[in-house]
């Protein structure tokens, strides 16, 4: 019996290096990919931390503006006994709200017990109301003095604290009547008394925008907004011949 050896070549097989550059190409594309997702993402997120903080702030200072509203004209006219009942005595009286003062489409005026202590405040919300940031939304509350409530608070003034920066809105706050007409602005205690006392209703609207905070995906300065509407009791001795408040 004759046996046969069949001796062949073991042959060791590997990447060529077209393949080799394939591979590394398309890892590198999907490496890419994923980085680029990723990216995106962390702009995305970086963005809507901005407007949630935006938001948060508009938010506080609305629900503020809501709960002074809540107060205004309170303690009225019918809560307090005046040796000489007339309207200029009752509305200069420190123990008396005379509810709204002055409204404008970017500054609204007006007195009440905000603060829960029998205390009469006047309040004012103002665009730039210190005089040193033009964007600024800002709130002063400082006790109410004996004087007329427009032109008679001069001592001490104003006093701003709480604030939304970088507001863009204009106009910030819309007057509606009981009709739910818009009240044409700006009007005072003063001058026109008897339409304040017809203000049923107050619109609040906030866009903040800092041009120096810039959306990394769109280049745009990013926006944030928030609104809201309010009703109030509107107790007003802006009327004509004490004692006629009105509350509308």
Known sequence: MTKRFIKGKNRECGFTLIELLIVIAVLATVTGGIFLQLNTAQQRL???????????????????????????????????????????????????????????????????????????????????GSGTCSVCLQRSSVPKVAGDPLTGQGTPGPVWGTEVNDVITNPIFTYYNTNGATVAVPEDINANGPILATVKSIHINLTIQNNAIIDPKTKQPIQTNFEGEISLNNCSMATTGFVGISCQ
């Open 46 to 128: 970086s963005t809507e931390q901005v407007k949630v903080d935006n938001f948060d702030e508009a938010r506080d200072f609305v629900d503020q503006f809501f709960r002074d509203i809540n107060q205004i004209g309170y303690p009225n006219g019918h809560m307090v006994n005046f040796l000489s009942p007339t309207l200029t005595t009752a509305q200069q009286d420190t123990r008396v709200a005379v509810g709204l003062v002055k409204i404008d489409g970017n500054a609204i005026w007006f007195e009440g017990d905000v603060g829960g202590t029998g205390v009469v405040q006047s309040v004012q919300y103002k665009v730039n």
